[in-house]
């Protein structure tokens, strides 16, 4: 089984801290992804790593900035947490081709509380 | 406007019953559409996922539908069991730009 471990399933951070967010994929999949996720507003794409030291902006990257450096590893930063990066943080991984390409695996996500 | 519209937001049912969840999209073209079940506090599990010339699939008590010329799918649930209140995501991925687009999700509540 894909399995996609996030380093922290409850985190809290003062206002102004630098945060780090883990992820790892033990199944060698080239893509990885970062969501937040918010009552009423789903899953929103904040980064993605087609392959490792590849990275694109996704839909609300503002506040943030990403690292992949081994292909197992992508990390989600928070230069300067603010109040309204509290949220759910998922982690996701997904071969590209190939058996059960397409599917994204996602980790058991960081609840996330910046005070 | 979202492309990926789910209805109801909200079900309950009784334990036992059958429901079934909706999905509109209006993302043309698309690559696939997935379904995923989402326990609270924990990440999305892929239940389904189909290309635009499936119809059906299932996975045990789950039946998803796809019609792509209305572009609109269907999650059936039978027999719902009380494991089986979590969050249903609908998502769909389009080739241009490798785009993937979630729909905000149906919590479905199964009382005893």
């Known amino acids: 089984d894909v399995k996609v471990t996030q380093s922290s399933r409850y985190l809290v951070k003062r206002t102004g801290e630098k945060v780090f967010l883990e992820c790892v994929q033990d199944m060698d999949h080239e893509n990885m992804f970062w969501y937040r996720q918010d009552p009423g507003l789903g899953l929103r794409l904040i980064y993605f790593?087609?392959?490792?030291?590849?990275?694109e902006k996704g839909d609300i990257p503002e506040g943030y900035s990403v690292s992949r450096e081994k292909k197992e590893r992508f990390s989600l930063i928070l230069e300067s947490a603010s109040t309204n990066q509290t949220s759910m943080y998922l982690c996701a991984s997904r071969r590209i081709r190939g058996l059960r390409s397409n599917i994204q695996y996602f980790g058991a996500g960081t609840r996330l509380s910046v005070l | 406007k979202n492309q990926v519209e789910q209805s109801p937001q909200s079900l309950i049912i009784l334990e036992g019953k059958n429901c079934t969840l909706q999905?509109?999209?209006?993302?043309?073209?698309?690559?696939?559409l997935r379904w995923y079940k989402q326990d609270t506090g924990r990440g999305p599990v892929s239940l389904t996922i189909m290309t635009f010339s499936e119809n059906t699939k299932s996975n045990g008590r789950y039946t998803a539908t796809l019609d792509a010329d209305t572009k609109q799918s269907s999650l059936h649930i039978t027999a719902s069991q009380l494991s089986d209140s979590a969050s249903y995501i609908c998502?769909?991925?389009?080739?241009?730009?490798?785009?993937?687009?979630f729909g905000k999700g149906t919590r479905l509540h199964i009382l005893p």
């Open positions: 790593s087609y392959d490792v030291k590849m990275k």
């Open positions: 999905c509109n999209y209006t993302v043309s073209p698309f690559s696939n």
């Open positions: 998502v769909v991925s389009a080739p241009l730009r490798d785009k993937i687009i």
